[in-house]
């Protein structure tokens, strides 16, 4: 991949993503201009420059409602593709994503705890830190228990994924099952997944977490490129391997708590993305990693676009959409790696 | 914290070695009190059956495994004095064999090899190194492929080429003959030669003892985890020591030409 093609995958990935937000923001039950989004943005910053709304709840709408939405679907989606990729690299197999193996629905259990039981000591943070936590510990669970000599085979990697999955759900069943009435109704729309909720402090309690993995996340780059050589070959280029697999998945953990704290499960956005990009700029990380996060924010932003208006009036579950689209993706994968290894016994 | 760049040692001394290095793998006894030194400007052949404690050996001087008895240096300080990548700075490994979980092309994978000196002073010689490791290594035709569309002997001349790449005094090669052709095993070993005689310490896991025999200044000969024999080749070579060492009558006679020991089993 020349500097040249790098620059310009990056640059119509930021372009594409601009474009998406003003788009996004714009459409839904009040629709708004294109240049009345860019006037109210420019106004808030207190450029005297376009037109401002021309709807008397337009202005209203887009702060109170849309932009808050949006920023939140840039951060998940660049969350969520980063981890997948992180992950894919770290488990040496292009299948590895958090919902895939488990730690989404690990980091949903520690969150719906905390819904259920209404502990707010943390503010704002209290979700994502239990998030964080319970992500945590599944993803140290999943990378011991599916690794074996550095690699982690496709077969073990679905399987162990399945078992992590299902106890995570019976944990959520079981909050769900204590709750009440109210906390019962957050915790089955939050477990499809959906940014309905979005709000400037879920924007701004999820940022800290997005903005540090994504910088971990270019740091480890470069090392995460020698850990495809095998966790031997790694070290004796210099790699602290143990070191390095453990950052990795405390930086995974932060990006998919933050995420699956506010929005719920958004599954395969970590398959999807990285998959795609790898195939246009090949599967260097320092390239990959924040093309990712970029494709990630596009991807989201454009399910939850749909979520919001394919059917009127309706706010249909966004982890719905990326499912309908990721599990057939999936499925062509796995078939894909079973060819190329000849079966699997 | 700051990396102490390596400087080279001269010719003909000690640049690697093992004190009384005994290892257990999962219970089994590998390595018993097993010392040897690698001096810089000498190709050392470790050579020896099956299961004799070759590659294990060279795991030891690696730091792949930490040995369960005696001590490893490295460029005069123990092992675990120097930081990984401090240690990458002084030596490379070639490994047998290679997979590799992305599809990177061989000029990825080779310059890979650079990575110990990134955002240090010889950084800049990068380029200049990779290429010389794509020539050296005859790999410069396919250098735009993926790893996984190469034969067997390409792939081991990829991995020979980033471990020369990273440009280390001291050079482990575990077995890099094994999936080569008849050119390309002489290439590696006349290879291996050019490097000592720049005062490089190469030390080579070899099947072929004629390819030890022709190559090496030095022969180690392991036997159940002990070294039997180190010396020069022709004293150490013996029809003697290798149908006890190997169990099957060899024979071994002086080449007419340059008096190097040819070595047959007897059929």
């Given at each position: ?9 990056i ?5 594409a ?14 629709r ?25 709840q337009?202005?209203?709408a ?12 840039v ?74 000599s ?9 399987l162990?994924?399945?078992a ?10 079981f ?46 780059a ?33 990006l ?27 599967p ?17 932003i454009?399910?939850d676009?749909?979520a ?30 079973r060819?190329?290894?000849g079966?699997?016994? | ?27 089994t ?15 050392l ?44 700075m ?17 000029a ?38 993926v ?40 290439a ?27 190559y ?46 040819v ?5």
């Amino acid at each position: 991949m020349s500097r040249l093609r790098s620059v310009g995958l990056i640059g119509f990935l930021t372009v594409a993503l601009l474009v998406l937000v003003i788009v996004a923001a714009g459409l839904g039950q009040l629709r708004i201009p294109p240049a009345e989004i860019v006037g109210s943005l420019l106004h808030r910053i207190g450029l005297d420059l376009g037109p401002m709304p021309s709807h008397p709840q337009g202005d209203n709408a887009l702060w109170k409602v849309r932009f808050p939405r949006v920023a939140l679907a840039v951060l998940v989606g660049a969350s969520l593709a980063t981890a997948g990729a992180l992950m894919q690299g770290v488990f040496g197999n292009p299948l590895a994503e958090p919902s895939v193996v488990g730690v989404s629905s690990g980091a949903a259990v520690g969150a719906s705890l905390v819904i259920v039981t209404g502990v707010t000591y943390l503010g704002n943070w209290t979700i994502a830190v239990a998030a964080f936590i319970t992500g945590l510990g599944t993803t140290l669970l999943v990378h011991s228990l599916s690794r074996a000599s550095g690699r982690t085979e496709v077969v073990t990697l679905v399987l162990t994924g399945i078992a992590v999955n299902s106890l995570a759900f019976t944990l959520i069943s079981f909050a769900t099952f204590i709750a009440n009435t109210s906390a019962r109704e957050q915790l089955v729309f939050w477990q499809l997944g959906s940014l309905n909720g979005a709000t400037w402090p879920a924007v701004t309690a999820v940022l800290p977490f997005t903005v540090a993995g994504l910088i971990a996340s270019v740091v480890l780059a470069r090392r995460l490129d020698l850990l495809s050589l095998g966790d031997r070959s790694a070290g004796h280029l210099g790699v602290d391997v143990e070191r390095l697999r453990l950052t990795v998945i405390v930086v995974v953990a932060l990006l998919v708590g933050a995420s699956v704290a506010f929005s719920g499960i958004i599954g395969f956005v970590g398959l999807v993305v990285p998959h795609l990009i790898r195939m246009i700029a090949g599967p260097g990380h320092r390239l990959l990693l924040p093309a990712s996060a970029l494709g990630g924010a596009v991807l989201v932003i454009v399910a939850d676009l749909l979520a919001r208006t394919l059917i009127r009036n309706a706010d249909l579950p966004i982890g719905m959409i990326t499912s309908l689209v990721g599990a057939p993706f999936f499925f062509w994968l796995l078939r894909r790696t079973r060819t190329r290894q000849g079966g699997w016994g | 914290m700051r990396r102490r760049l390596p400087s080279r040692l001269p010719t003909g001394r000690t640049i690697a070695e093992v004190r009384g290095v005994s290892l257990a793998l999962g219970g089994t006894p590998i390595l018993d009190g097993v010392s040897l030194s690698v001096r810089t400007g000498e190709v050392l052949a470790l050579v020896g059956p099956n299961g004799a404690g070759k590659s294990t050996l060279l795991g030891v001087l690696s730091g792949d495994h930490a040995p369960d008895h005696g001590a490893v240096f490295l460029a005069g300080e123990p092992l675990n004095h120097w930081s990984p990548v401090e240690t990458a700075m002084r030596r490379s490994v070639m490994l047998q064999q290679a997979t590799i979980s992305f599809p990177f092309t061989v000029a990825d994978l080779v310059a890979m090899g650079r990575a110990p000196w990134y955002a240090t002073t010889r950084a800049d010689d990068d380029e200049r190194a990779v290429q010389a490791a794509f020539e050296t290594a005859d790999i410069t035709e396919f250098r735009h492929r993926v790893f996984s569309s190469l034969s067997g002997g390409e792939r081991a001349r990829v991995s020979l080429a980033r471990a020369l790449a990273q440009e280390s005094q001291l050079l482990l090669l575990d077995e890099p003959t094994a999936a080569l052709d008849l050119h390309h095993q002489e290439a590696v070993l006349q290879l291996a030669r050019k490097s000592a005689a720049g005062d490089d310490a190469v030390v080579v896991v070899v099947h072929d003892l004629n390819l030890a025999a022709g190559y090496a200044d030095r022969v180690a000969v392991l036997s159940h985890g002990k070294v039997v024999a180190d010396g020069n080749p022709r004293k150490v070579l013996t029809a003697e020591l290798l149908s006890e060492v190997y169990r099957h009558p060899v024979e071994v006679w002086p080449h007419p030409g340059s008096g190097a020991p040819v070595i047959l089993p007897r059929r």
